[in-house]
């Protein structure tokens, strides 16, 4: 396959530096809190690059990944408990129900033209999720919390040896997380390039033109949504092995999408590097206001504001374009009118 915007030697070094900060970053800090902090930031970076896939690259307006998110988790966990399975498989065979489950989503989804109503059909589903899971004591606990779920289990590297991955173990699960939040962004860096990714951003902009071009646009999107939730299940998965409890409020909350949500709009939606920085910054910044108490989540809302008052492309955008005031426009309709397809950096 083509690819219709290759990348440069340029764009290839900083992906190669990123890749070395991230995997150098332990040996700065041993400190159990701040790896904790990291893997959730590698974890919920996933989440919010396949979310930016869905909504900045394709243009379809889903508010309920987080029905991914949990599918992935309580599936991995309950094969894992229930079957007596690895962890290692079934983190994929419950990213396949997620992504299955994606599927049957994106088929009325497709159907319906209005935004906002696309917005409300997936926000309603995962509110479903979420409540069925809540009602479903004798199999998920509820509220009361799924405990007990097995950790992954040892990689033997012979002589005795392994590499463990038990709840202090934070530095194996580390670099296991730094591993698929890396794999992500390549796979997302190589599809949004191709001709895939080309038809994604077609039918974001003129869908009509798309279709007059032989596009196939119920192909696409759901090709879209498809990657979208196997990439959000599999991170669930991992959390949930990491984490060891969920609870349905923790794992399908509508907080959590407004989380990854936020994370995108201030990294820059539907840029590539986008989620991963407004992940990090969103993550690692709310921690390390923790001091402040309830006010850090006051500087966090106006955080969010400023950036998108005076960049609302986002602050991935910011080398490019100097600052500037933003058109009158809310935050929710910078997530209805996402802007272009990314830069194309010299």
Known sequence: MNQFDPMTG????????????????PALSRSSYVLHILILAMLFTVFALSVNLVIGFTGLKSFGHQAFFGIGAYGTALLSMKLGLSPWLTIWLAALVAAAVGLLVAIPVLRIKSLAHVSIVTLTFAEIVRIVCANLKGITRGEMGLWGIPPFSPIPLGGGAAIDFGPAD???????AAALMLAVVCLLQWLTRSRTGVALATIRDAEGAAESLGIGIARHKMLAFFVSAFLVGLAGAFYAHYILLLTPNAALGPDLMIQVLAAVLVGGLGTRWGPVIGTYLLTVGIESMRFLGDYRLLIYGLLIIAVMRFFPRGLAALPLRPLRRAPPASAAGAVLSPPALQERQP
């Open 10 to 25: 340029r764009q290839k070094l900083e992906l190669a530096l990123f890749a070395a900060a991230v995997l150098l970053l």
């Open 170 to 176: 934070k530095v194996s699960f580390y670099y296991l």
